[in-house]
């Protein structure tokens, strides 16, 4: 444990200072700034030589930025010969372009998860990665943290007897998980998208009777809205009573806020994975630090 520090990076979003208070380990915050030419510069202000470095990095908006920066920020970890590197990345951005649909385009997530494996990490710590199969692009082992737990604990008081919804067909086992944990029911939408304009819609013979009950809808990340949107749309149809969303990453670009509170959604839940002013955001840190605790016990750290 004395030779164990966490390094904070540059999109942290305070979990970095969780995980130290929760395992009781010393903190170093790199240094950063933008240079007059627009790149990044990155330093890390204490020599780590031999020690065993917990990074955490988000890569959340702007995106590509944070992920330059993880990938200057590992190359500085690696100058100190560390004895193992863990890598923290609360969001992954880029989780979601996971398949090829058309010629010529990547697999960006596994392009990304290659690249991180290039550069010494020995062990990868993520919440919720939209699809856990993207994993088996990283050489080294893999740890994912199941945000539902933490963030039902956050509405189980207040939750009488709702209805789970899932958007889509993959949001299934997050609405199962989170009725088990509330005592209550789920159902679910299958929903189609066009591969090139991104538009949703649901499919025909989607039937539910919500009987005023409250709903919550829940799924792994909110960007635009979109999926969100059509699945309030049809809770209200199907006589709905609150609606409320969860999800463990709230990106909500593009107006999507307004366009959730205007389709009449009274709650929005999320985790610190992601900055969010306007959502009632759930802080990660214990169970993230669970996890790597985990990892260094694994290893013998501990």
């Known amino acids: 444990m004395d030779n164990t520090v966490i390094l904070s990076g540059t999109a942290s979003n305070g979990i970095a200072e969780g995980l130290s208070k929760f395992l009781k380990l010393p903190l170093i915050k790199v240094e950063n700034k933008i240079l007059p030419d627009g790149e990044s510069y990155v330093r890390i202000p204490k020599n780590l030589s031999g020690k065993n470095i917990v990074l955490v990095q988000s890569t959340y908006p702007p995106q590509d930025k944070h992920i330059i920066e993880l990938f200057l920020l590992l190359d500085a970890v690696k100058s ?20 090829r649909f058309n010629e ?7 392009a990304i998860l290659r690249i991180i494996g290039t550069m010494g990490v020995e062990s990868l710590v993520t919440v919720e990665p939209h699809r856990a199969e993207s994993f088996e692009a990283f050489e080294g082992k893999t740890l994912i943290i199941d945000p539902i737990p933490t963030l039902a604990h956050s509405l189980s008081k207040e939750a009488k007897k709702p209805v789970v919804l899932a958007p889509d067909h993959g949001a299934i086992q997050r609405a199962e998980e989170l009725a088990v944990i509330l005592k209550t029911d789920y159902t679910y939408l299958n929903k189609e998208r066009n591969r090139k304009s991104g538009e949703v819609t649901l499919k025909k013979g989607n039937k539910y009777d919500f009987g005023g009950r409250n709903v919550i809808i829940v799924d792994d990340i909110i960007s635009t809205g ?6 309030a ?12 969303v969860m999800a463990a990453h709230l990106i909500m670009a593009g107006g999507c806020y307004g366009k959730l ?22 802080d990660l840190s214990k169970v993230i630090g669970e996890g790597v605790f985990s990892v260094l016990e694994a290893k013998g750290t501990f």
Do not use: C, M, W
């Open 226 to 231: 979109g999926t969100i949107l059509n699945a």
């Open 104 to 110: 010529g385009e990547p697999v960006s997530i596994e």
């Open 233 to 244: 749309k049809f809770a209200r149809k199907n006589n709905a009573g609150k609606i409320s």
């Open 261 to 282: 509170k205007k389709a009449g959604i009274r709650d929005i839940i999320g985790s610190n994975t992601i900055p969010n002013s306007h959502a009632k955001i759930v």
């Open 80 to 99: 100190f010969s560390p004895e193992t590197i863990i890598l923290v990345i609360p969001y992954l951005a880029y989780a979601r372009q996971n398949q």
